[in-house]
């Protein structure tokens, strides 16, 4: 999304050969490569550990760090490993987004009209509004210290960011029409 709208921004008249179906197949490929890479990585980790706890979860799904506190074994080295991987993985992403939002904010503050970098931001606001929300939530779950850790806590957590995100994603890109501004504006209103 971020590549999308800085093409889109930056180099609009350029659109249709930078992003083709070719380029769209093979960001495609990359995201869900590297996904279904992540998945192996986390579900090989899972697989080789002794569980001497039950196998019982006090989540609503299965969920790594929940996992890890049923094993046997010393699990300190491979929450080091997989923490470095994804933060690894997470960083780059993050790299790429800022590098991408730098280059569109620097191209919409060179629009002479309002309207116009009105408009540019508008498209930009939704996807910074849900990756800020899948990241801040997603750091706060995998990167909070122990001492704050109770079960209810990571509960409510583990719903913030698997749930949430998904739920409001829809609103959040759809707050862009006008009838649905107005219908959302009516509702909280009750006029």
């Known amino acids: 999304m971020a590549y999308d709208r800085y093409v889109a921004i930056c180099q609009p008249l350029h659109y249709g050969t930078l992003l083709g179906s070719r380029a769209c197949v093979h960001m495609a490929a990359a995201a869900w490569g590297s996904g279904f890479l992540y998945a ?3 579900t090989a980790n899972t697989f080789s550990l002794p569980l001497c706890q039950g196998n019982a979860l006090h989540q609503f799904f299965c969920e790594i760090p929940q996992i890890l506190k049923l094993a046997c074994s010393d699990t300190y080295l491979r929450e080091v490993g997989l923490l470095v ?3 690894c993985l997470v960083f780059g992403c993050f790299v790429f987004i800022v590098l991408s939002y730098m280059q569109i904010f620097r191209a919409v503050l060179r629009i002479p009209s309002e309207q116009g970098q009105h408009k540019a ?3 930009c606001l939704p996807h910074l509004a849900v990756v800020s929300l899948v990241v801040s939530t ?3 779950a995998y990167v909070k210290p122990p001492s704050i850790s109770s079960p209810s806590l990571d509960l409510v957590v583990s719903f913030l960011y ?3 995100p998904p739920a409001v994603n ?4 759809s707050l ?5 501004k107005d219908a959302l504006w009516k509702l909280m209103t009750g006029c």
């Not at 829809?170 to 890109?173: A, K, Q, T, V």
């Not at 862009?176 to 649905?180: C, G």
Request: net charge neutral; hydrophobic share 50%; proline share 4%.
């Open 40 to 42: 192996v990585l986390h």
């Open 121 to 123: 931001f508008s498209t």
């Open 138 to 140: 997603g750091i706060f």
């Open 176 to 180: 862009r029409n006008q009838e649905l």
């Open 170 to 173: 829809p609103l959040i890109y």
């Open 162 to 164: 698997s749930v949430v």
């Open 85 to 87: 991987v994804s933060a």
